[in-house]
């Protein structure tokens, strides 16, 4: 495999795991894409999610502190008649709180080996 090929494999692959894909469907998609053996794949998978470490905790933070405010906002308008709000809030807060933490996991994973 060429050094540029494997530059355009590892941009794809951190590309597809930032937006939180599964790992067997984000694999085989490249093993198609890039015409690879699986396992090649696989290996550059695993060195690919060991260096977006630090990428996936800081998404973890602006998504905990938004998610945090939308979260307050849809409570407090839980005072006012403002429903809609109060469902957005909730719903954005909660949908945040979800995607930080499996930024989370992407960040714990990364880690080991």
């Known amino acids: ?3 540029k090929q494997r ?3 590892e941009a794809f692959l951190k590309n597809e795991m930032l937006q939180l894909k599964l790992m067997s469907f984000t694999i085989k998609k490249a093993s198609k894409r890039f015409n690879l ?3 090649q794949v696989k290996s550059t998978y695993l060195k690919v999610r ?3 470490r630090k990428e996936a905790i800081n998404r973890v933070i602006v998504y905990l502190l938004l998610s945090t ?3 307050f906002v849809g409570i407090k308008s839980v005072q006012g008649n403002s429903g809609y709000i109060y469902l957005g809030g909730l719903l954005l807060g909660s949908a945040g709180m979800l995607s930080a933490f499996g930024y989370f996991i992407l960040a714990i ?3 080991s080996k």
Do not use: E, R, V, Y
């Open 1 to 3: 495999m060429s050094t």
């Open 37 to 39: 053996p699986k396992d």
């Open 50 to 52: 060991s260096m977006i």
């Open 109 to 111: 994973k990364g880690n």
């Open 7 to 9: 530059n355009h494999l």
């Open 69 to 71: 405010i939308f979260l």
